[in-house]
């Protein structure tokens, strides 16, 4: 008997600086692949489907759970990917917040395929990273597909 399963895992690298490029945080936590994400990746086996282009940052403390389909509370707008990158069965999402973009008690964030709307595939919820207007937050979030 053949026993096959998909594993999807999520690791989110948040580096905050300030206006000098200083780096006031770093830190690495795991996120939730929600439901609408699960069922985006099964229509793209399918469909040719728009892709994750969008990042967004937000203020909300209710943990992630699978039936999220947006943040709790965004702050500002969502941002383009700088880039995406496939190596190794991995996908690598980078983002910058730049100086007052996502300003903030920032405890949240997600990933979109669209600048509004759209579908979430995964959502973190971690400690408060406190982003000034002058700071920059960069992003790399990596999902990666195993079978097990």
Not at 71 to 87: D, I, K, N, P, Y
Not at 91 to 102: H, K, P, Q, T
């Amino acid at each position: 008997m053949i026993n096959e399963g998909i594993k999807l895992r999520g690791d989110v690298a948040l580096i905050l600086r300030d206006k000098n490029g200083n780096i006031k945080e770093d830190r690495k936590v795991k996120n939730l692949i929600v439901d609408t994400g699960l069922n985006f990746i099964c229509d793209r086996m399918k469909d040719d489907e728009t892709a994750m282009t969008h990042m967004a940052l937000g203020s909300g403390t209710t943990a992630a759970a699978a039936g999220d389909t947006s943040l709790e509370s965004q702050l500002g707008s969502r941002v383009a990917f700088t880039s995406s990158t496939v190596t190794n069965n991995q996908i690598v999402y980078v983002a910058e917040f730049s100086a007052g973009s996502g300003t903030g008690a920032v405890t949240e964030a997600g990933i979109f395929n669209a600048s509004t709307g759209g579908t979430m595939l995964c959502r973190v919820k971690f400690d408060v990273v406190n982003k000034s207007a002058d700071d920059v937050l960069s992003i790399n979030w990596t999902i990666s597909l195993s079978a097990s």
